[in-house]
């Protein structure tokens, strides 16, 4: 989004004469012109376009994200029929994840001493700060899921092969982002000139399978140890390049 320079003059100027409950100490051209400016105007045009920028940099890099996971467990005890339990060995294999794409912000927040702002009435406003995003997957994440599972049911030779999908409906996305950005006195458009993302902890909830063996067989997902197995290397794979990737797509700034 683009502001004309009327606006951005008065944008630079509400932060001089902006107060609010949350405030920080800025710099001005004369230390004796100290005061106090709000940092919500700044997230009020930093946060949406941010949403937009990570959403379309996961969407064109990570969704789908190739994961080629492979996961085995030996499970003691698995129901064949009414007459026979025995030891089984299940794998699950999780191929293309879809729904980073889908990201959005849930809150947004400066991390406590981290700003820093310089208002000049004609060189307008240029500011540094460490933001904390918490985000959601709204539509969640959703992977296609080949499992196997063989056995010695009961003197019986057991193999079946059978393919569903795994669902994370709760799936989400935290992470930190430090900021250069300016905003005009007089000509231009509000800018972020850099951004740093790091500390990437995402979270997945339960997972849910469409995984149905047939035949009466019985696989505790959750139980088994699978679950955690699964939801592990899942996180693994979108964090190990989730960072990577939006430092190599805006690390070089943007308009808001």
Known sequence: MKFTPLFSTLLATS????TSAETFAIRGTNDNHRKLVSFDTILSLFTPVLEVVVRGALGASLDPLSLSLSVSQEIDSVVFSESCTAAATVTYKVGDLTGLGNFVIDNMAVVEGSADI???LFRGTTWDATFNVEGGLPEGLEAIV???ITADACGVPYQ???SGLLDALDARVNFS???SGSI???FGSPSVSSTTFADVDVTLGSIETSIDFGNGVEVDLASSGLEGAIIDAIIDAIVGPFADILNGA???GFSL
């Open 184 to 186: 005009p006195g007089f």
């Open 177 to 179: 982002v430090g900021t």
């Open 160 to 162: 079946q092969s059978v």
């Open 118 to 120: 310089d208002v000049s």
């Open 250 to 252: 805006l690390g070089g």
């Open 15 to 18: 932060f001089v004469l902006g």
């Open 146 to 148: 080949d499992a196997e």
